[in-house]
Every structure is written in C-alpha cells, then in structure tokens.
C-alpha cells in the first residue's frame, strides 16, 4: 500500500521560508512522479510543483514561480518543497501526492491524474 507522510509546516512570518518534506513508502520510488498541492480555505485544491520521475523536469505554477524549489532524494525516498519570500496568501493545508510512470523529463499538476495523497501539513504566514 502506497502512503506518502508530510511533514514541516507550521506557523511563518511573512518574508520567511519554510521547507516541506514528503516521505513515501510502499511502492518503486523511482517509477513515479511527485506533486505538491495547496488548499486555502474555501478555495479549490491547487496545483503548485511538480517532479518528474529521476527529477530531471519541475514544474511549477505561476503563483510560486520564483519563490518556491521542488527537489526529491531517490536514496530517502523523500521530496521536499523548499519555500521562500512567503506571503499570507501561501496559507493552506499542503499536500504531496503521486503517481506511477515509466516516462522521465515529465509531470503534470492536475490534481485527478494523482493516485495516492499524504494527510496534508498546514501552513500558516502570518504576522
């Protein structure tokens, strides 16, 4: 059974920076592509970064183009989302999700193609 377990959110001043770290098991890390998502209250779930499988492609969503880093350590088997210059509108729960591929050098960041999702860490910039 595949789980995925984030962790590293919290309460940040807006400026400041936080790093996300996602931990999978069950299943061929290599094989598969890594999606961080972010839900804000009473928004609708977002795609942010994603990671291709050996992490040779990221992919990033407009809104943290610039500010935010995703990055995975196959030896861990963890991903990690280095966030920095955050803003209150970066308040959210955030989720690290997967899905199975055999094609290197791509990803996508919407939500349905993703099979398994961590619990989710909240995130919290404010002053």
């Known amino acids: 059974q595949v789980q995925l377990v984030e962790s590293g959110g919290g309460l940040v001043q807006p400026g400041g920076s936080l790093r996300l770290s996602c931990t999978v098991s069950g299943f061929i890390w290599g094989g598969y592509v890594i999606g961080w998502f972010r839900q804000a209250p009473g928004k609708e779930r977002e795609g942010l970064s994603c990671?291709?499988?050996?992490?040779?492609?990221?992919n990033y969503a407009d809104s943290v183009r610039g500010r935010f880093t995703g990055s995975r350590d196959d030896a861990k088997n963890t991903a990690y989302l280095q966030m920095s210059s955050l803003k209150p509108e970066d308040t959210g729960v955030y989720y690290c999700?997967?899905?199975?591929?055999?094609?290197?050098?791509?990803?996508?960041?919407?939500?349905?193609?993703?099979?398994?999702w961590g619990q989710g860490t909240q995130v919290t910039v404010s002053s």
């Open positions: 999700a997967a899905y199975g591929s055999r094609v290197q050098g791509t990803c996508v960041m919407t939500a349905p193609t993703y099979a398994s």
């Open positions: 990671i291709s499988v050996g992490g040779g492609r990221t």
